[in-house]
Structure formats: C-alpha cells, structure tokens
C-alpha cells in the first residue's frame, strides 16, 4: 500500500524534526537525551498534527532502537503483551502510547512495571493536558513536554523540503506559486499533517504538476479572501472586526470573524481578540478578558471547524461587552511621561531599605505601611517629584468593576484633601 506523503516525510533522526526547537534544538532536552542515550518515558501534548508521533520514531531513529505503536483506545492488551514480549526479546523498545489519556486500568496495571524496569521506553502521545487526564501513576513515571503548533515558516520548510525529496516527497518535478504556498501554511493552524495532506492532494489534481491558488482553495475546501499575498485585505479584515466590536455591533463583529474562520487564521484571530479584551472592553468588564483566555485556549486545542464555537461565544461576549479604554490610555499616558522626563528618582522612603547601610543614606526610614492604617490606606507620596500631581487613570463608570475602581479613587482623593 502506497503511504501518504505526511507518512514518507517522517523524520527518520532527531535533525529532520520540523519545529518544537525548544525539545529538540542545540542543548535542549530531548536533544540531550538522544545524545547522551539517557533516554527516559515522557509524555508530549500538543495540537494535533504537530510531531508527537514524529519525534517518536525519529529518536527511536537516531539510537538506532527498536520503534512499536500502540492505541489506547483500538488496541488490546494482548498487542500490548506482543509488545513486551518484543522488548524482552530485543532489551529495550520505544513504544509511542497514542491517546494515552485514554488507557484503561487493566492495561495501565500491565505497563506499570514494564516502565519500572526500563524495557519499554514510553513514549505517551495526547491533545489533552496530562495534568490532568493521565493518571498520577503514569505520570509519576515520566517527563512531561508541551509541543507547540508550528509556525508558517516552519509548514513552508517542510513543503518546500517534500517538493525536493524525489526519494520520499514527490518523485517528479512540482511547482507551488506563492500565493497558493503562503495560502497553505497560513491556513492550516500549524497543523503538519494537514499541511501535507492539502498539499499531496493540490500536487495530484493540478494540471502538470503546477499548483495554484485555486488548486489549493479546492484542496483545502476553503477560500484565500483573508490571505492575500500583500497582506492588505487580511488586515482590512482585522482591523473591521476589532472596530465592529468597540462599535458593540455584533452581527458585523460576526460577519468578518467568520470571513477569518472561512480563511482559517485562527491565530491572528486569537491576538486580536486578546487584545481586543484588554484595550477595548478593559476595566468595564475584567471577566471578558478571562473567558477570552479560556476560550481561545478552547479553540487552540479544537482546532477548525469546532473552534468557530467558542470564538463564536467569546466575539458574542465582547461585542456586547460595556467598553472603556481607560486603562489602557492610563498606560499610554504614564509611557508619554516616561519620554518626556526620563527615569525620575524614586522617592527616598520608597527606596529599598534591606542592606546593610541603607538608614545612614536615607533610604526606606520615613516609608508608612500602609496594612498598620485604618482602610489600609496612608498620604504619603509615591511619584518622583517632578511628576508628583500626575493623574493617569480616569474612570469611564461604564461597567460595576470600574465603577467601584473609580469610587475606590474619589475616596482616596478625599481622603488626601482632609490630610
């Protein structure tokens, strides 16, 4: 049976591993492992698509050591018995436990000491968080390594790796246009094996081997609107969605997240959100900026199509949002002082006072704990001098938090007044 191209383009040794430098670059900890032959059971977690499976067979690769899979899910305990067998046989095996969330008590009960006396090296593979989906008997027994969806550069390496490979990638020649390349690795939310499937099936349907644009919009079952080459139209897209939202439309916040969903850029939806949830709603609603964080975190680990739900929740959630900026031009307008007078000295009874010396100087010695005050709350100055009257933060009594943020600050000015 004739493999995919995803398949042929597994990385055979540790050095043909796209992405994931933090695990597998110059020093790091898998790398170290391999090269030291220090090899212990861990358990990656990631995204689907993104070298969990490949990792595996590339360190099984490079130390040149037996390699076997196992689904927790599909696969019996006897496959798992076959495989100890095996490892028995041969001294040592890695064996990738895919979807090891999902392993049953009895087959656990069986790998337990086949992990405690080194003859199976595990390698766990999951999209869940082993934190806590992975029973603390496993995961006592292994490291634990977070994988990270790749970046476009990383998708285009691979691609334009598999056009020159005759042996594994395609055996004759194939050209991509740029626009339907960047298309591809900007579309397919750092999934590798997607990248790749997309890519195999625009190569085989082209008319002599050139893929287009179009080619690849039909591959991908998915229109390019958002990813012009320039990049114009995409960012026009953004920048409507983020004013559709401070304008509380909801149906035109709707409207163009769903043009991005349609284009499959789940992560410059995902930084306009989050920065959407802080600049725009802010102060006036803090716990928008919490479910935007968890709903995102959601999406990542969803991917397309069942991300568009909780982006669906959170754009509904921001759109209706009360908004206020406040906070944000609070910052801007200390940043402009910033500029303006440069690094002020800091008051001397702000100054650290924990070294020997320090009272002689005058540091620290009339500073008032502001806990031994009644409200906890003391007049004392804390600005620089120059900058002492300085007043950031104007309130926009849009929302109940800031409201009480804002009556918080009138009681304090009072308080100052009477002082």
Do not use: C
Not at 133 to 154: G, N, T, Y
Not at 288 to 293: G, L, S
Not at 339 to 349: E, T
């Amino acid at each position: 049976m004739v493999q995919n191209l995803a398949r042929r383009m597994r990385p055979r040794n540790i050095d043909e591993i796209v992405g994931q430098r933090h695990l597998v670059g110059k020093g790091k900890i898998i790398r170290r492992m391999v090269e030291t032959q220090l090899l212990s059971s861990m358990i990656l977690y990631g995204p689907p698509g993104i070298g969990k499976t490949s990792i595996a067979s590339a360190i099984a690769g490079t130390m040149n050591i037996a390699f076997r899979t196992f689904n927790a899910t599909t696969d019996t305990k006897k496959r798992l018995q076959e495989i100890a067998s095996e490892a028995e046989f041969s001294g040592q095996l890695v064996l990738l436990l895919d979807e090891i969330h999902r392993l049953d008590k009895p087959k656990q009960d069986f790998l337990l000491p086949l992990l405690e006396n080194g003859q199976i090296i595990l390698i766990g593979a999951t999209t869940e968080n082993p934190y806590f989906s992975v029973v603390p008997a496993i995961r006592s027994r292994v490291q634990i390594f977070e994988l990270k969806a790749l970046e476009p550069e990383d998708l285009e390496f691979a691609v334009n790796l598999s056009l020159q490979d005759k042996e594994r990638g395609f055996d004759f020649d194939v050209t991509i246009e740029d626009d339907a390349l960047y298309f591809l690795v900007h579309s397919t939310n750092g999934d590798l094996r997607s990248t790749f499937n997309a890519l195999e099936l625009a190569v085989l349907s082209s008319n002599e081997h050139r893929v287009t644009l179009d080619d690849m919009e039909n591959s991908l079952q998915r229109k390019a609107a958002t990813f012009d080459k320039d990049g114009d139209a995409h960012y026009d897209l953004l920048s409507a969605l983020q004013k559709s939202i401070r304008g509380s439309d909801v149906n035109a916040s709707l409207h163009y997240a769903a043009r991005l969903i349609e284009g499959g850029d789940l992560q410059s939806l995902a930084r306009r959100l989050t920065v959407m949830a802080y600049e725009d709603i802010g102060l006036a609603n803090p716990d928008a900026a919490v479910h935007t964080v968890t709903a995102l975190s959601a999406a990542e680990k969803l991917g397309f199509p069942e991300a568009r739900i909780p982006l669906a929740n959170i754009i509904i959630d921001l759109a209706l949002s009360p908004k206020s900026n406040s906070a944000y031009l609070a910052m801007d307008e200390a940043l402009s002082d910033l500029g303006k007078y440069g690094n002020l000295a800091v008051p001397p009874h702000l100054q650290d006072g924990h070294y020997a010396g320090a009272k002689e100087l005058g540091r620290s010695v009339e500073y008032q704990y502001a806990h031994n005050f009644p409200d906890h709350w003391v007049n004392q100055q804390y600005l620089p001098d120059k900058i002492k009257n300085a007043d950031y933060f104007r309130p926009d009594d849009m929302g109940r938090y800031e409201k009480a943020l804002h009556s918080r600050k009138e009681w304090i000015n009072e308080q100052k007044k009477r002082s």
